[in-house]
């Protein structure tokens, strides 16, 4: 058997703000953008170079959506964007406008800090230690 998780939903406040911040921003790609009934739309982003799961920006259309926007996580960390090269990101990130709430630090896991999105979602970003056996699943 085989299963993937491919999407996860981030409630935003308007389509085109979240895509500019997470493709100018983050470089992520614009996958998806498709018109749904009732005015919605199906917009999708990845991060550079992922074969995995993408981002679902999905639009707050009523009280309770709106609520979780920028609080998804209840002020943890929301998602972690995995980099092969965590100063080359980091650096590129800064220059772009994308605050640090935590700065870099060594882990035994790996280099991490912590960003946050347009919204407040607190992120990591995170290059992950091939020795630690938190991360042996990526080495395949």
Do not use: C
């Amino acid at each position: 058997m085989k299963q993937a998780i491919i999407h996860t939903t981030l409630v935003v406040d308007d389509y085109d703000d979240a895509i500019r911040f997470y493709v100018d921003k983050l470089k992520f790609e614009l996958t998806s953008d498709a018109p749904q009934p009732e005015g919605k739309r199906w917009v999708a982003v990845t991060p550079p170079g992922s074969q995995g799961m993408s981002l679902l920006l999905a639009k707050a259309v009523e009280p309770k959506q709106s609520e979780r926007v920028g609080d998804q996580a209840g002020g943890r960390v929301f998602l972690f964007l995995g980099t092969d090269d965590f100063w080359r990101d980091y650096h590129r990130m800064v220059a772009d406008g994308v605050e640090f709430v935590r700065q870099p630090e060594a882990q035994p896991y790996g280099t991490v800090a912590v960003f946050s999105d347009l919204y407040g979602n607190l992120w990591d970003l995170l290059e992950p230690s091939a020795e630690h056996p938190m991360y042996a699943h990526l080495k395949a």
